[in-house]
């Protein structure tokens, strides 16, 4: 079974509200990682947190992790219809494997 | 339904010879995507393919990279003349036909060393 669990499965918003993911993880991690994907496209990659920062920003996004819950949070600002795709937390785990969740579709309504 | 299956899991070659990967996709998967990552990066996308098709190839570097998917047998990622940069993790992920974007069963990736 996939580690990575996102919730929710499922967002719709309107444009220029804020964006609320969180994923949730069973094992340690040596990092957490968010990926973007459009419809029929490859996975890009977001940004990545390792296991000692608690929060990290890179433009528009803020991703949060807390180790003693197991849990990160994706955070899309001000969002615009580009920004509109599936997102997806994936571990990378101490044994060197890495695993994705199932990800989150999120709606940006105009 | 066995996983996404990679081989071989750790391929060590010396600079200049050709490194061959195998990804062969979940049962009744059509869609492939190769991916790449260096130590403590996220993964980079390569190449997606499906069955005899390359759909977008936008991450894969213009020389000594090539990738098919032919209609019979896994995905293969082939890299030439192989240089110490191209010492990474490569990952493959499949997904099934109707779904490409949603769902990626990723496999446990091979890892190349080139010395």
């Known amino acids: 079974s996939q580690q990575g669990e996102e919730d929710p499965q499922a967002l719709s918003i309107q444009e220029g509200e804020n964006a609320t993911m969180n994923c949730s993880y069973k094992?340690?991690?040596?990092?957490l990682q968010w990926y973007r994907q459009n419809s029929g496209r490859g996975l890009v990659h977001l940004i990545l947190?390792?296991?000692?920062?608690r929060e990290k920003h890179s433009g528009r996004l803020r991703v949060t992790l807390d180790t003693s819950k197991k849990s990160s949070s994706l955070l899309i600002t001000a969002s615009r219809a580009a920004d509109t795709a599936s997102y997806f937390c994936a571990t990378d785990n101490r044994d060197d494997k890495i695993i994705f969740g199932k990800g989150t579709r999120l709606h940006i309504l105009p | 339904n066995a996983g996404v299956m990679q081989n071989p899991r750790h391929l060590v070659r010396r600079r200049g010879q050709e490194a061959r990967l195998r990804c062969s996709p979940m049962k009744g998967h059509s869609h492939v995507y190769w991916y790449r990552q260096l130590p403590e990066e996220g993964l980079k996308f390569m190449v997606y393919?499906?069955?005899?098709?390359?759909?977008?190839e936008s991450g894969m570097p213009k020389e000594r990279f090539s990738a098919e998917f032919p209609k019979e047998g896994p995905s293969i990622l082939r890299i030439q003349q192989v240089v110490r940069g191209d010492s990474a993790a490569y990952f493959c992920?499949?997904?099934?036909?109707?779904?490409?974007?949603?769902?990626?069963?990723f496999g446990p990736g091979t890892r190349l060393t080139v010395t």
């Open positions: 393919l499906q069955k005899e098709n390359i759909i977008d």
């Open positions: 094992t340690s991690i040596n990092n």
């Open positions: 992920a499949s997904s099934p036909p109707g779904l490409a974007g949603y769902e990626q069963y």
């Open positions: 947190i390792r296991s000692n920062e």
